[in-house]
């Protein structure tokens, strides 16, 4: 009995104990009602609309004649494969999305992801006033996943920016936007890991966290405790759609980088070595002579690229650009694309077992100036017969696709034979009446031979995938 009364005692004494402790413990946990008040009239929702002509045979879900593809489709399939409608001879489809963006500097310029805005033919920004106002593209950056609008307004309220490098792991972090189209919804959790390089994205150095990301948050801001923008939520890791965890940022510092010269200059300029880089694995570091396997190394060169001009060599193991360390093939990108074109770098490398230390200057992307739009340029003449703008290709992407060649589509009229065959912003030719395209100037070449008042395949790629759309110009 004694025993059983103690046990009791006990009981009500860690309860007792436990109410004590709780307010301290919720003391401890971080408040961010001031954080929102103060920061989410800075935050927009985004809209976006672009109508896509497409062309060819009829799918219909109710037998050959029913209105519109079954909705099961639509549920397994959504938008991957262009189901065709209609009666054959093309229709219109008009394709909405939605987005989050954030104010970052008060006449008018407002930060989100370029995919929120890819190929929109309308932006609307909506403020958490209600006030809807058309904003203008004023430049993307696929490579970042950057985009800069603005809109015809003064005075707007700009977050306060932080410095992302200062982040650590473990930090709370919280984050505003639009899931679903629920605008202004809070989330928030901690830094789960910093500078993680995701595949197709050798240009940003990630922030995971785990703060819920869902559809429509993208392009919305991160915020740290000091309510302070130290990120922009771009992307999530998903087996089911949704949110499981794993959520990725673009570091403040480096968006800034971007949206400073997508401001000035309507396009962003980086530092090219010309060379092709891949894995340093154990075993290969065991065989260049290093204790540890680190850095990239040099598979092949551009033989007139600034890297073979200055004397780096196939077999070379880049180990720091500038006193950085490269410590995986992954980080070579990105510390030589955040360097001027021009500029000289101080590359420590491996050869023959020593370290070695070069000086290279640095080229431009090939294909960099057309991308700005020089005037009677081949991304300006060329493609207009099609109502396109187009870029060449650098090397990085082209390892990505696995393709020789090909050319990137940096802007679609609206009213032109591309927008009418469903080609959209940011897709990649690849050929035209199946030849291949391997640059703006032979895409001039091409175009020029093509018939008119007769469908031709054109093969592309999206999102990493490839497919064909059937290309029509019209007779003059």
Request: charged residues 25%; proline residues 6%.
């Given at each position: ?23 301290a ?60 409608q ?39 920004v ?64 901690i ?31 991160l ?9 922009i ?88 650009v500038n ?10 990108p990105?510390?030589?694309g ?85 080609i ?51 007779d003059?």
């Amino acid at each position: 009995m004694r025993s059983r009364m103690q046990l009791s005692s006990l009981w009500m004494l860690l309860m007792i104990a436990a109410l004590v402790c709780q307010p301290a413990l919720a003391r401890d946990l971080p408040d961010f009602t001031g954080l929102v008040k103060e920061a989410a009239p800075g935050v927009v929702n985004i809209s976006t609309s672009q109508t896509v002509e497409r062309g060819g045979p009829s799918f219909h879900g109710r037998g050959f004649g029913g209105p519109e593809m079954p909705d099961i489709f639509r549920e397994f399939f959504g938008d991957r494969f262009p189901f065709p409608q209609g009666d054959g001879q093309g229709y219109s489809e008009e394709r909405k999305s939605l987005g989050s963006g954030f104010v970052i500097d008060e006449a008018g310029y407002i930060m989100t992801n370029a995919h929120v805005v890819d190929g929109a033919d309308e932006v609307l920004v909506r403020f958490s006033d209600r006030r809807e106002l058309e904003a203008e593209v004023v430049g993307v950056d696929i490579k970042t996943d950057i985009a800069v609008l603005k809109v015809d307004a003064d005075d707007l309220p700009a977050l306060v920016l932080g410095n992302s490098d200062d982040l650590e792991v473990g930090e709370w972090v919280a984050a505003i936007g639009s899931p679903f189209g629920f605008d202004h919804s809070v989330t928030a959790g901690i830094v789960s890991a910093i500078n993680r390089t995701l595949p197709q994205d050798a240009y940003v150095p990630f922030i995971q966290t785990d703060v819920a990301i869902n559809p429509g948050n993208s392009g919305g801001p991160l915020f740290n405790l000091d309510g302070e923008v130290v990120g922009i939520n771009s992307q999530i890791f998903t087996r089911s759609g949704g949110f499981m965890g794993l959520s990725f940022s673009i570091p403040i510092n480096v968006a800034m980088d971007v949206a400073d010269q997508l401001r000035d200059g309507g396009s962003v300029s980086r530092g090219w070595l010309g060379v092709m880089i891949q894995p340093v694995s154990r075993d290969l570091a065991e065989s260049f002579g290093m204790k540890e396997p680190e850095g990239a190394l040099v598979s092949d060169m551009d033989p007139e690229g600034p890297a073979a001009r200055d004397g780096l060599e196939a077999g070379d193991i880049i180990l720091e650009v500038n006193g950085k360390r490269v410590d995986s093939s992954e980080t070579l990108p990105r510390l030589i694309g955040g360097i001027d074109p021009g500029e000289k770098v101080e590359l420590t490398v491996m050869r023959d077992g020593e370290r070695e230390s070069l000086t290279i200057t640095l080229g431009s992307w090939p294909g960099a100036e057309q991308g700005a739009g020089s005037k009677g340029s081949a991304e300006d003449s060329a493609p207009a017969r099609l109502g396109i703008k187009v870029q060449a290709l650098d090397e990085q992407v082209l390892r990505d696709l696995k393709i020789e060649g090909g050319v990137r589509v940096t802007e679609v009229g609206r009213d032109g034979a591309a927008a009418r065959a469903g080609i959209r912003r940011g897709d990649v030719l690849v050929n035209i009446a199946m030849q291949p395209v391997k640059n703006p100037e032979q895409l001039v070449e091409l175009i020029g031979e093509l018939p008119e008042g007769q469908s031709v395949p054109v093969r592309l790629y999206r999102e990493g995938r490839s497919y064909y759309v059937a290309l029509r110009l019209d007779d003059n």
